[in-house]
């Protein structure tokens, strides 16, 4: 099946510092990529659609200007977090859709912490 | 607006009982509907998913799981658990909207200890 990677898996940032996350489809192209946020006990909140030679688009409630995301390649999507705060402390998470869109196949996930 | 939700919190069952999960959606359009499963320390797999035709579909290991549009339901069974389903299950919908945009909601996710 198809395989989506994260990197990095973990990170520990000081607080005011930017972190970039990378999303990678490994043996397919994603045109789109989603961006996922998981809060401890909580489900997956989905942050921004990445779309690769256009903007993201985001979803209500999310700054854009905080989560940066840049789809460089048809099989690479990323996201800074800027200025990063402890609040910003969660479980990263994305995917790419395969199989003509209908099907999601997930990373495993960035654990951002911020001191 | 879509969402997903989820009656189960926390489910515990002995081996070898029967489970279903509870899930319900809510939205006016068309629909694609999936349960993922993420294993302790693993990232979200595919369990099954529902797009059209027959309204009870087959995953994998054993799962399965009906629509039902009427109760806007997509409940997930399994006849007998098994130890190593142990997991945490997320239900989750696809909302086709105008533009063939679609997004993807997650109901709160549901997890299931099973005791040897």
């Known amino acids: 099946g198809a395989v989506v990677s994260q990197h990095p898996s973990r990170v520990i940032c000081k607080s005011g510092t930017s972190v970039k996350i990378e999303c990678r489809s490994l043996?397919?192209?994603?045109?789109?990529m989603f961006w996922y946020r998981q809060f401890p006990k909580q489900s997956l909140m989905l942050m921004a659609t990445?779309?690769?030679?256009?903007?993201?688009?985001?979803e209500q409630g999310v700054e854009k200007d905080k989560f940066l995301i840049n789809h460089a390649s048809l099989t690479l999507s990323t996201l800074t977090v800027t200025s990063a705060h402890p609040e910003d402390s969660s479980f990263y998470i994305c995917?790419?859709?395969?199989?003509?869109?209908?099907?999601?196949?997930f990373g495993p996930g960035t654990r951002l912490l911020v001191l | 607006a879509q969402s997903v939700s989820q009656h189960n919190h926390h489910v515990i069952l002995s081996e070898a009982a029967s489970l279903e999960l509870g899930c319900n959606y809510s939205?006016?359009?068309?629909?694609?509907l999936f349960w993922y499963v993420q294993y302790p320390g693993q990232h979200l797999q595919l369990l099954l998913k529902?797009?059209?035709?027959?309204?009870l579909v087959k995953g994998i290991k054993g799962f399965e799981a009906e629509f039902i549009k009427s109760k806007f339901s997509f409940n997930l069974r399994k006849p007998s658990v098994q130890w190593s389903d142990t997991a945490e299950y997320f239900c989750?919908?696809?909302?086709?909207?105008?533009?063939?945009?679609?997004?993807?909601?997650f109901g709160t996710g549901t997890k299931l200890q099973v005791i040897p």
């Open positions: 990445s779309n690769e030679g256009s903007k993201a688009t985001y």
């Open positions: 939205y006016g359009g068309t629909v694609n």
């Open positions: 043996d397919f192209q994603a045109t789109t």
């Open positions: 995917s790419a859709p395969w199989a003509g869109g209908e099907t999601q196949y």
């Open positions: 529902y797009f059209s035709g027959d309204p």
């Open positions: 989750a919908v696809n909302g086709v909207f105008s533009g063939g945009y679609q997004k993807v909601t």
